[in-house]
């Protein structure tokens, strides 16, 4: 059984500044969504035990308003 080691070939310096350039593109553009992301509106959970004035007010007017219609 012959074992033949073969190297993997070497990728040109074009190749490497082209792939950098593609990584930074991509981190750029993952770096914006992600902030993006941060400045949306955060969702609120409300449920009948919710505390905060807010949204305490918002559930109990809910809930008076499912009463009166049924």
């Given amino acids: 059984l012959e074992q033949q080691s073969e190297t993997p070939p070497v990728p040109s310096a074009a190749a490497l500044l082209t792939n950098s350039f593609e990584i930074a593109s991509l981190s750029a553009e993952i770096k914006r969504k992600l902030e993006a992301k941060a400045n949306r509106p955060k969702r609120k959970f409300i ?20 009463e009166r219609v049924g």
């Avoid at 035990?49 to 007010?57: G, M, V």
Wanted: charged share 30%; proline share 0%; glycine share 0%.
């Fill in 47 to 66: 449920s009948a035990s919710t505390k905060e004035y807010k949204y305490a007010a918002y559930m109990e007017a809910w809930r008076a308003k499912v």
